[in-house]
Protein backbone atom coordinates (compact mmCIF):
# COMPACT_ATOMS: atom_id res chain seq x y z
CA UNK A 1 0.00 0.00 0.00
CA UNK A 2 3.04 2.44 0.89
CA UNK A 3 4.34 2.37 -2.88
CA UNK A 4 1.01 2.89 -3.76
CA UNK A 5 0.75 5.96 -1.76
CA UNK A 6 3.56 7.41 -2.69
CA UNK A 7 2.23 10.17 -5.46
CA UNK A 8 -0.18 11.34 -2.98
CA UNK A 9 1.98 11.19 -0.55
CA UNK A 10 4.71 13.47 -2.30
CA UNK A 11 1.66 15.95 -3.86
CA UNK A 12 0.42 16.67 -0.11
CA UNK A 13 3.90 17.37 1.12
CA UNK A 14 4.64 19.52 -2.06
CA UNK A 15 1.30 21.50 0.21
CA UNK A 16 -1.34 20.39 -2.46
CA UNK A 17 -4.99 20.36 -1.19
CA UNK A 18 -7.26 17.36 -0.97
CA UNK A 19 -11.30 17.49 -2.01
CA UNK A 20 -13.02 13.74 -0.42
CA UNK A 21 -15.94 12.12 -1.38
CA UNK A 22 -17.00 10.15 1.45
CA UNK A 23 -20.11 7.62 1.95
CA UNK A 24 -21.36 5.23 4.59
CA UNK A 25 -18.13 3.31 4.52
CA UNK A 26 -16.27 5.93 6.49
CA UNK A 27 -18.37 4.91 9.10
CA UNK A 28 -18.95 1.42 9.50
CA UNK A 29 -16.17 1.30 11.66
CA UNK A 30 -18.01 3.44 14.22
CA UNK A 31 -20.68 0.61 14.35
CA UNK A 32 -22.84 2.27 12.10
CA UNK A 33 -24.03 0.27 8.71
CA UNK A 34 -23.74 1.17 4.73
CA UNK A 35 -25.99 0.90 2.63
CA UNK A 36 -25.01 -1.91 0.08
CA UNK A 37 -22.76 -4.29 1.83
CA UNK A 38 -24.20 -7.83 1.30
CA UNK A 39 -25.34 -9.14 4.23
CA UNK A 40 -24.14 -6.58 6.55
CA UNK A 41 -25.83 -3.54 4.89
CA UNK A 42 -28.50 -1.34 5.86
CA UNK A 43 -30.60 -2.36 2.58
CA UNK A 44 -29.90 -6.01 2.95
CA UNK A 45 -31.22 -6.08 6.66
CA UNK A 46 -34.62 -4.23 6.32
CA UNK A 47 -36.74 -7.44 5.20
CA UNK A 48 -38.36 -6.49 8.76
CA UNK A 49 -39.87 -3.70 7.50
CA UNK A 50 -42.01 -4.42 4.32
CA UNK A 51 -40.69 -2.61 2.38
CA UNK A 52 -41.78 -3.04 -1.73
CA UNK A 53 -38.15 -2.52 -2.27
CA UNK A 54 -35.13 -1.46 -0.11
CA UNK A 55 -34.69 2.26 -1.28
CA UNK A 56 -38.39 2.89 -0.45
CA UNK A 57 -37.39 3.76 3.45
CA UNK A 58 -36.14 7.05 1.85
CA UNK A 59 -38.29 7.59 -1.26
CA UNK A 60 -40.39 10.51 -0.24
CA UNK A 61 -43.44 9.06 -2.07
CA UNK A 62 -43.50 6.03 0.24
CA UNK A 63 -42.54 8.05 3.10
CA UNK A 64 -45.73 10.70 2.52
CA UNK A 65 -47.92 6.96 2.32
CA UNK A 66 -46.61 5.05 5.19
CA UNK A 67 -43.86 7.02 7.10
CA UNK A 68 -43.23 4.02 10.04
CA UNK A 69 -40.57 2.36 7.72
CA UNK A 70 -38.15 5.64 8.22
CA UNK A 71 -39.04 6.27 11.25
CA UNK A 72 -38.33 2.70 12.47
CA UNK A 73 -34.69 3.21 11.10
CA UNK A 74 -34.54 6.93 12.48
CA UNK A 75 -34.12 5.06 16.19
CA UNK A 76 -31.13 3.38 14.91
CA UNK A 77 -29.35 6.32 13.00
CA UNK A 78 -30.14 9.14 14.66
CA UNK A 79 -26.92 11.30 15.16
CA UNK A 80 -24.96 11.49 18.52
CA UNK A 81 -24.50 7.48 19.60
CA UNK A 82 -21.41 7.22 17.70
CA UNK A 83 -17.80 8.34 17.89
CA UNK A 84 -15.28 9.29 14.90
CA UNK A 85 -13.09 6.62 13.27
CA UNK A 86 -9.65 7.35 12.36
CA UNK A 87 -10.36 8.19 8.76
CA UNK A 88 -12.71 10.97 10.29
CA UNK A 89 -9.63 12.45 12.17
CA UNK A 90 -7.51 12.16 8.71
CA UNK A 91 -9.93 14.89 7.75
CA UNK A 92 -9.24 17.05 10.35
CA UNK A 93 -5.67 16.81 10.16
CA UNK A 94 -5.75 17.73 6.86
CA UNK A 95 -7.83 20.77 7.76
CA UNK A 96 -4.84 21.34 10.68
CA UNK A 97 -1.90 20.90 8.30
CA UNK A 98 -4.33 23.38 5.41
CA UNK A 99 -4.19 20.29 3.28
CA UNK A 100 -8.66 20.93 2.94
CA UNK A 101 -10.31 22.00 0.27
CA UNK A 102 -13.57 20.48 0.98
CA UNK A 103 -15.61 17.35 2.46
CA UNK A 104 -18.45 16.29 0.18
CA UNK A 105 -20.28 13.54 2.37
CA UNK A 106 -23.45 11.98 1.39
CA UNK A 107 -23.32 10.37 5.15
CA UNK A 108 -26.27 12.16 7.45
CA UNK A 109 -24.16 11.55 10.80
CA UNK A 110 -22.47 14.25 11.15
CA UNK A 111 -19.02 12.50 12.52
CA UNK A 112 -16.94 14.82 10.54
CA UNK A 113 -18.11 17.90 12.30
CA UNK A 114 -17.63 15.42 15.66
CA UNK A 115 -13.95 14.89 14.07
CA UNK A 116 -13.58 18.61 14.56
CA UNK A 117 -13.53 19.83 10.80
CA UNK A 118 -14.92 23.05 10.12
CA UNK A 119 -18.71 23.63 8.95
CA UNK A 120 -17.76 25.86 6.62
CA UNK A 121 -15.87 22.66 4.44
CA UNK A 122 -18.22 20.35 4.83
CA UNK A 123 -20.64 19.69 1.83
CA UNK A 124 -23.52 17.02 2.84
CA UNK A 125 -24.69 16.59 -0.14
CA UNK A 126 -27.57 14.54 1.03
CA UNK A 127 -28.55 16.82 3.76
CA UNK A 128 -28.74 16.11 7.76
CA UNK A 129 -31.17 15.77 10.92
CA UNK A 130 -29.82 19.39 11.88
CA UNK A 131 -33.35 20.77 11.09
CA UNK A 132 -36.44 18.95 10.15
CA UNK A 133 -39.98 20.78 8.36
CA UNK A 134 -43.83 19.25 7.98
CA UNK A 135 -43.83 17.79 4.07
CA UNK A 136 -47.05 19.66 3.55
CA UNK A 137 -47.00 22.63 5.20
CA UNK A 138 -43.28 22.94 5.60
CA UNK A 139 -43.93 24.08 9.44
CA UNK A 140 -39.64 24.03 10.67
CA UNK A 141 -40.15 21.73 13.85
CA UNK A 142 -36.92 21.68 16.38
CA UNK A 143 -35.16 18.88 16.40
CA UNK A 144 -35.65 18.58 20.39
CA UNK A 145 -39.32 18.48 19.48
CA UNK A 146 -38.94 15.59 16.85
CA UNK A 147 -36.98 13.32 18.98
CA UNK A 148 -39.98 14.26 21.76
CA UNK A 149 -42.58 12.92 19.87
CA UNK A 150 -40.22 9.74 18.44
CA UNK A 151 -39.72 9.30 21.83
CA UNK A 152 -43.43 9.22 22.56
CA UNK A 153 -44.07 5.79 20.53
CA UNK A 154 -47.65 5.46 22.54
CA UNK A 155 -48.75 8.84 20.32
CA UNK A 156 -48.82 8.13 16.93
CA UNK A 157 -46.93 5.43 16.55
CA UNK A 158 -43.87 7.89 17.36
CA UNK A 159 -44.32 9.28 14.54
CA UNK A 160 -43.55 13.30 14.48
CA UNK A 161 -46.68 15.34 13.08
CA UNK A 162 -46.85 18.93 12.64
CA UNK A 163 -48.71 20.53 15.50
CA UNK A 164 -50.43 23.16 12.13
CA UNK A 165 -51.61 21.27 9.46
CA UNK A 166 -50.80 17.60 10.98
CA UNK A 167 -48.76 16.56 8.35
CA UNK A 168 -46.11 14.32 8.49
CA UNK A 169 -42.54 15.73 9.68
CA UNK A 170 -39.21 14.65 8.01
CA UNK A 171 -35.66 15.18 8.90
CA UNK A 172 -33.80 17.73 6.33
CA UNK A 173 -32.29 14.41 4.82
CA UNK A 174 -32.61 14.00 1.40
CA UNK A 175 -34.57 11.47 0.42
CA UNK A 176 -34.94 9.93 -3.28
CA UNK A 177 -37.34 12.08 -5.23
CA UNK A 178 -36.20 14.87 -3.61
CA UNK A 179 -33.39 17.94 -4.75
CA UNK A 180 -30.03 18.11 -3.04
CA UNK A 181 -29.51 21.34 -1.40
CA UNK A 182 -28.27 24.29 -3.55
CA UNK A 183 -25.51 25.01 -1.66
CA UNK A 184 -23.95 21.36 -3.27
CA UNK A 185 -24.39 22.79 -6.54
CA UNK A 186 -22.79 25.68 -5.79
CA UNK A 187 -20.13 24.75 -3.81
CA UNK A 188 -19.63 22.00 -6.98
CA UNK A 189 -19.30 24.85 -9.49
CA UNK A 190 -16.45 26.41 -7.52
CA UNK A 191 -14.83 23.65 -6.76
CA UNK A 192 -14.58 21.40 -10.02
CA UNK A 193 -11.92 24.42 -11.37
CA UNK A 194 -9.09 23.26 -9.77
CA UNK A 195 -8.63 19.95 -7.66
CA UNK A 196 -5.12 18.74 -7.30
CA UNK A 197 -5.90 15.93 -5.58
CA UNK A 198 -9.67 13.73 -5.68
CA UNK A 199 -10.37 11.20 -2.53
CA UNK A 200 -13.36 9.60 -2.73
CA UNK A 201 -14.03 6.93 0.53
CA UNK A 202 -16.09 4.64 1.23
CA UNK A 203 -18.94 4.86 -1.23
CA UNK A 204 -20.40 2.24 -4.20
CA UNK A 205 -20.70 5.42 -6.28
CA UNK A 206 -24.64 4.61 -7.07
CA UNK A 207 -26.70 7.60 -6.33
CA UNK A 208 -26.55 10.53 -8.72
CA UNK A 209 -25.84 13.37 -9.01
CA UNK A 210 -23.42 12.50 -6.39
CA UNK A 211 -21.35 9.47 -7.84
CA UNK A 212 -21.12 11.65 -10.89
CA UNK A 213 -18.57 13.94 -9.29
CA UNK A 214 -15.23 11.74 -9.64
CA UNK A 215 -15.64 11.78 -13.06
CA UNK A 216 -15.96 15.68 -13.79
CA UNK A 217 -12.78 16.47 -11.27
CA UNK A 218 -9.96 17.76 -13.73
CA UNK A 219 -7.92 15.59 -15.75
CA UNK A 220 -5.29 17.25 -14.06
CA UNK A 221 -6.42 15.41 -10.61
CA UNK A 222 -4.68 12.71 -8.88
CA UNK A 223 -7.73 10.90 -8.22
CA UNK A 224 -7.39 8.23 -5.16
CA UNK A 225 -10.44 5.56 -4.47
CA UNK A 226 -10.51 4.03 -1.13
CA UNK A 227 -12.96 1.47 -1.02
CA UNK A 228 -13.76 -2.45 -0.40
CA UNK A 229 -14.58 -2.68 -4.26
CA UNK A 230 -13.64 -0.57 -7.30
CA UNK A 231 -17.05 1.75 -8.58
CA UNK A 232 -18.01 3.84 -11.00
CA UNK A 233 -15.77 6.23 -12.59
CA UNK A 234 -12.64 4.04 -11.37
CA UNK A 235 -14.01 0.98 -13.06
CA UNK A 236 -15.59 2.63 -16.25
CA UNK A 237 -13.09 5.16 -17.25
CA UNK A 238 -10.20 4.39 -14.85
CA UNK A 239 -7.54 7.28 -15.33
CA UNK A 240 -3.54 6.49 -15.63
CA UNK A 241 -2.78 8.19 -12.73
CA UNK A 242 -5.25 7.02 -10.35
CA UNK A 243 -4.69 5.79 -6.88
CA UNK A 244 -6.78 2.46 -6.16
CA UNK A 245 -6.96 1.13 -2.88
CA UNK A 246 -8.83 -2.03 -1.80
CA UNK A 247 -8.60 -1.65 1.61
CA UNK A 248 -10.29 -0.85 4.98
CA UNK A 249 -10.25 3.36 5.24
CA UNK A 250 -8.94 3.20 7.91
CA UNK A 251 -5.81 1.37 7.55
CA UNK A 252 -5.79 3.65 4.77
CA UNK A 253 -5.88 6.91 7.26
CA UNK A 254 -3.08 4.73 9.54
CA UNK A 255 -0.71 4.45 6.90
CA UNK A 256 -0.98 7.94 5.54
CA UNK A 257 -0.51 8.93 9.16
CA UNK A 258 2.35 7.18 9.42
CA UNK A 259 4.03 8.27 5.96
CA UNK A 260 3.00 11.91 7.11
CA UNK A 261 4.83 11.21 10.59
CA UNK A 262 1.57 12.84 11.85
CA UNK A 263 1.12 10.37 14.76
CA UNK A 264 1.44 12.51 17.44
CA UNK A 265 -0.89 15.40 15.54
CA UNK A 266 -3.83 12.54 15.53
CA UNK A 267 -2.85 11.70 19.37
CA UNK A 268 -2.95 15.31 20.22
CA UNK A 269 -6.06 15.87 18.12
CA UNK A 270 -8.31 12.97 19.32
CA UNK A 271 -7.34 14.16 22.96
CA UNK A 272 -8.61 17.47 22.51
CA UNK A 273 -11.80 16.33 20.83
CA UNK A 274 -12.31 13.91 23.57
CA UNK A 275 -12.23 16.45 26.24
CA UNK A 276 -14.19 18.66 24.16
CA UNK A 277 -16.98 16.17 24.20
CA UNK A 278 -16.74 15.85 27.42
CA UNK A 279 -16.91 19.04 28.63
CA UNK A 280 -20.13 19.23 27.04
CA UNK A 281 -21.16 15.82 28.80
CA UNK A 282 -22.02 13.67 25.53
CA UNK A 283 -18.33 11.33 25.56
CA UNK A 284 -18.96 9.23 23.17
CA UNK A 285 -17.61 5.51 22.46
CA UNK A 286 -14.75 5.14 20.48
CA UNK A 287 -13.01 1.68 19.31
CA UNK A 288 -10.62 3.04 21.93
CA UNK A 289 -12.65 3.11 24.86
CA UNK A 290 -13.28 -0.57 26.97
CA UNK A 291 -16.77 -1.88 26.05
CA UNK A 292 -18.78 -1.16 30.02
CA UNK A 293 -17.70 2.81 28.72
CA UNK A 294 -19.51 2.48 25.90
CA UNK A 295 -22.68 2.22 27.13
CA UNK A 296 -22.87 5.07 29.68
CA UNK A 297 -21.56 6.99 27.16
CA UNK A 298 -24.26 6.38 24.63
CA UNK A 299 -26.50 7.12 27.17
CA UNK A 300 -25.16 10.71 27.79
CA UNK A 301 -24.89 11.30 23.90
CA UNK A 302 -28.70 10.70 23.75
CA UNK A 303 -29.45 13.40 25.76
CA UNK A 304 -26.69 16.10 23.92
CA UNK A 305 -26.64 15.68 20.25
CA UNK A 306 -25.75 18.62 19.05
CA UNK A 307 -22.16 19.82 18.97
CA UNK A 308 -21.89 23.15 19.98
CA UNK A 309 -24.27 24.29 22.71
CA UNK A 310 -25.20 28.44 23.59
CA UNK A 311 -23.45 29.40 26.32
CA UNK A 312 -26.99 29.20 28.05
CA UNK A 313 -28.08 26.08 26.93
CA UNK A 314 -24.68 24.72 28.02
CA UNK A 315 -24.63 26.36 31.16
CA UNK A 316 -28.23 24.02 31.86
CA UNK A 317 -26.40 20.95 30.14
CA UNK A 318 -23.71 21.25 32.35
CA UNK A 319 -25.54 21.72 35.52
CA UNK A 320 -27.76 18.84 34.71
CA UNK A 321 -25.12 16.59 33.90
CA UNK A 322 -23.00 17.27 36.52
CA UNK A 323 -23.33 14.00 38.21
CA UNK A 324 -22.92 12.27 35.26
CA UNK A 325 -20.03 13.98 34.19
CA UNK A 326 -18.35 12.23 37.19
CA UNK A 327 -19.15 9.02 36.26
CA UNK A 328 -17.97 9.33 32.52
CA UNK A 329 -14.58 10.78 34.40
CA UNK A 330 -14.91 7.36 35.89
CA UNK A 331 -14.98 5.46 32.77
CA UNK A 332 -12.27 7.18 31.27
CA UNK A 333 -10.16 7.00 33.93
CA UNK A 334 -10.98 3.14 33.84
CA UNK A 335 -10.77 3.35 30.22
CA UNK A 336 -7.15 4.69 30.42
CA UNK A 337 -5.59 2.31 32.81
CA UNK A 338 -7.06 -0.28 30.17
CA UNK A 339 -5.52 0.99 27.69
CA UNK A 340 -2.62 1.53 29.62
CA UNK A 341 -2.81 -2.63 30.96
CA UNK A 342 -3.46 -3.31 27.04
CA UNK A 343 -0.20 -1.50 25.96
CA UNK A 344 1.60 -3.45 28.88
CA UNK A 345 0.20 -6.70 27.44
CA UNK A 346 0.51 -5.95 23.56
CA UNK A 347 4.66 -5.18 24.98
CA UNK A 348 4.65 -8.24 27.01
CA UNK A 349 3.77 -10.54 23.77
CA UNK A 350 6.34 -8.89 21.69
P1 LIG B 1 -23.11 2.17 -0.03
O1 LIG B 1 -23.55 1.23 1.03
O2 LIG B 1 -23.85 2.13 -1.31
O3 LIG B 1 -21.57 1.91 -0.37
C1 LIG B 1 -20.62 1.80 0.65
C2 LIG B 1 -19.31 1.32 0.03
O4 LIG B 1 -18.30 1.36 1.01
C3 LIG B 1 -19.37 -0.12 -0.49
O5 LIG B 1 -18.73 -0.18 -1.75
C4 LIG B 1 -18.58 -0.91 0.58
O6 LIG B 1 -17.91 -2.02 0.02
C5 LIG B 1 -17.59 0.14 1.03
N1 LIG B 1 -17.11 -0.01 2.42
C6 LIG B 1 -17.81 -0.32 3.54
N2 LIG B 1 -17.06 -0.28 4.64
C7 LIG B 1 -15.81 0.11 4.22
C8 LIG B 1 -14.58 0.36 4.89
N3 LIG B 1 -14.46 0.27 6.22
N4 LIG B 1 -13.50 0.71 4.13
C9 LIG B 1 -13.60 0.81 2.79
N5 LIG B 1 -14.74 0.59 2.10
C10 LIG B 1 -15.84 0.26 2.80
O7 LIG B 1 -23.12 3.61 0.61
P2 LIG B 1 -23.10 5.02 -0.14
O8 LIG B 1 -22.32 4.94 -1.38
O9 LIG B 1 -22.73 6.03 0.87
O10 LIG B 1 -28.80 7.96 0.17
O11 LIG B 1 -24.64 5.19 -0.50
C11 LIG B 1 -25.04 6.34 -1.18
C12 LIG B 1 -26.43 6.74 -0.80
O12 LIG B 1 -27.31 5.62 -0.97
C13 LIG B 1 -26.62 7.12 0.65
O13 LIG B 1 -26.25 8.45 0.93
C14 LIG B 1 -28.08 6.90 0.85
C15 LIG B 1 -28.25 5.60 0.13
O14 LIG B 1 -29.51 5.35 -0.37
C16 LIG B 1 -29.92 8.43 0.67
O15 LIG B 1 -30.42 7.99 1.66
C17 LIG B 1 -30.51 9.53 -0.12
Not at 76 to 82: D, N, R
Not at 145 to 153: F, I
Not at 302 to 322: C, L, R
Request: glycine share 4%; charged share 25%.
Amino acid sequence: MDIKLKPLIEALQKGEKAVFFLGAGVSTSCGIPDFRSPKTGLYAQLQRLKLPYSEAVFDIDYFRNDPKAFYTLCDELYPGKFFPSTFHFLLRLFQEKDLLQRVYTQNIDTLEQLAGVNPAKIIAAHGSFADNHCIDCNERMLPEELKRQMNQKTVNDGIPTCPKCKGYVKPDIVFFGESLPAKFFDSWKEDSKAIDIAIVVGTSLTVYPFAGLPAECPITSLRVLVNNEVVGDFKRNKRKTDIILKNHCDEVASAIILLLDWQLDLDAIVDQRMKKLTKNAYLIRTTMVSNHSTELMDSLIYENTAEEFSDEVQDKKMAATEKTAKRVAEAIKSTEEERALQHDLANLSI
